[in-house]
């Protein structure tokens, strides 16, 4: 059975254990290693507020996610605040935001460097200056999530929209409809949209 242990005040020690059999359904949690409750499947899609032993209310709730609500993710507050490491806290969903931008630098980057050298044939030599300096963009969008910055993942959104919107347009002259990539554009997109509403109120 899957396990999953938060703290319930950043810094501190994680006290809360959180169990399920498959995410979404029956959860058990455990606090202090003391049993605090069992949580059915209707309960989490509805949300059910605990109260903890020091009087603080902890909520939690189950959100489906995903093109066709085929994923989820487990949010959990206290007293109103996310726990730190849930999906809804906003420093993780900055780090998660942060590493996919990085992997966008890292994906151009290799693309660049292989134009370069002649051994990408899908990408024109000329063009890799281009797709450079689209990697230390998103290099340095990335780095400023990782720390926060709502303002420098909505500049990587609009860019990463923007550029995906041009090679379409320019695959379509082509006559290659570019299904595939349109679908991983999308999927990463909506993942950074997630991360971007979980930071609202940062800068």
């Not at 049993?35 to 903890?52: F, H, K, Q, Y």
């Not at 720390?147 to 041009?166: C, E, K, N, P, Q």
């Amino acid at each position: 059975m899957p396990t999953q242990k938060f703290a319930i005040e950043r810094e501190g020690p994680k006290r809360l254990e959180v169990a399920w059999e498959r995410l979404g359904g029956e959860t058990s949690l455990t606090f202090d290693g003391q049993p605090l409750a069992i949580v059915s499947r209707e309960e989490l899609a509805d949300g059910r507020s605990l109260t903890l032993a020091d009087g603080s209310e902890l909520r939690i709730r189950h959100q489906k996610t995903g093109l066709f609500g085929n994923g989820g993710e487990l949010h959990l507050t206290r007293d109103g605040e996310p726990l730190p490491g849930t999906a809804s806290d906003p420093e993780t969903a900055a780090r998660s935001a942060g590493y996919i931008l990085y992997f966008l630098a890292g994906m151009n980057m290799c693309c660049g460097v292989l134009a370069m050298s002649g051994q990408l044939e899908v990408l024109d030599p000329s063009a890799a200056i281009g797709t450079l300096l689209m990697a230390g963009l998103f290099g340095v969008l990335g780095l400023f999530t990782m720390r926060g910055s709502r303002v420098a993942l909505g500049i990587a959104m609009a860019v990463y929209l923007l550029d995906g919107v041009a090679t379409v347009v320019m695959q379509l002259g082509a006559g290659t409809p570019p299904i595939g990539m349109i679908l991983v554009r999308v999927v990463i997109l909506l993942a950074l949209g997630r991360a971007f509403m979980v930071m609202k109120g940062k800068r």
